[in-house]
């Protein structure tokens, strides 16, 4: 097994995961490439990625280049994107998928492989919300697909520049939930990056967790432009978020997820995340269309297959959806 110093990673996508997982990766003597395009292929180019955290700020350089291609066949791939924005990266990650290549999917939500090796009468089903035609797929076979459960909150203050002000977790799992050697080599590549990185045989308990922690903040963060601390301790919004919080642990149970923490120490832990901006108000503020297929109606795809209601969460989905509409109007006029 090679080790972390000489793997072939590639983090595609230069948002705020992408430039923290490869900033971090970077200092820890990972050679990184970066996907990147636009005013962010610009900066990263010029003055590699400045990151700060709970650590300090650092400067992390890395290659950076609009074409996948340049970079070779990669050991490992890690796609920071929104769900949304898949159809069009993936196909550019095809020169650098080579026999043995990982992909690790680094996206918010309900995930396209979800069904793949759950076993089971929804085995192999398509999550239609996501990925109707099956495309998704088809371009990254899914014996490439390492499942992975996102615990970093940051922001991107300019481009090729993030601050992050919470502690860094990543989950990674199989989704036929086995245990694999490449787990433990996508762990390796963490060991000295200031990331915390877990494997486990049971992926979904944990993106249940957060799947529900996405579906209780995101959409509410834009109804009522709050913050994470706002959401859940603000007597009005914490009601709303409790009711999808429920609604949310319901269906979890339903497709038989271990969630770790009852509903109080959730609301306590979502609390203590402090005045966090959820990624979905970020995009909001710029016009940016809403993730919300994954986050919102993946999760009520996956409800309506067990006959489970979820109306407050349909109405806060709802609104913030004709929100995020108005706002790309605005942004577009402006």
Known sequence: MANAGTLKVCVAGAGAIGCTVAARLAMAGVSVNVLARGAALKAITANGITLADLEGEHL???????????????????????????????????????????????????????????????????????????????????????????????????PGVVKSSTPHLLIFGEPNNTYSARLDRIKTVFEASGIEARVTDQIRDPLWAKMIANLTSNPLSVVARATLQDIYTDPG????????????????????????????????????????????????????????????DAFMELADLMDIAMPVTRDIVSMARFLGQQREIEVVNA
């Open 60 to 158: 992390a350089p890395v290659r950076a280049s609009s074409r996948a291609g340049e970079f070779g066949v990669q050991d490992i791939i890690f796609v920071c994107t929104k769900a949304q924005s898949l159809a069009r990266i993936l196909p550019d990650l095809q020169p650098i998928i080579g026999p043995d290549t990982v992909v690790v999917p680094m996206v918010n939500g309900v995930p396209w492989w979800y069904f793949h090796g759950i076993g089971g009468q929804f085995d192999g089903r398509t999550v239609q919300a996501l990925d109707s035609s099956g495309e998704l797929a088809k371009m990254v076979p899914l014996k490439h697909v390492v499942g992975c459960v996102v615990f970093i909150t940051s922001e991107v203050t300019a």
């Open 237 to 296: 919004l914490k009601r709303i978020a409790i009711k999808i919080l429920h609604e949310g642990l319901t269906v979890a149970a339903a497709y038989g997820a271990r969630i770790q923490y009852d509903p109080h120490t959730f609301m306590e832990l979502a609390a203590g995340m402090g005045a966090v901006r959820t990624s979905m108000l970020q995009d909001f503020d710029k016009g940016i269309t809403l993730e919300l297929a994954a986050i919102g």
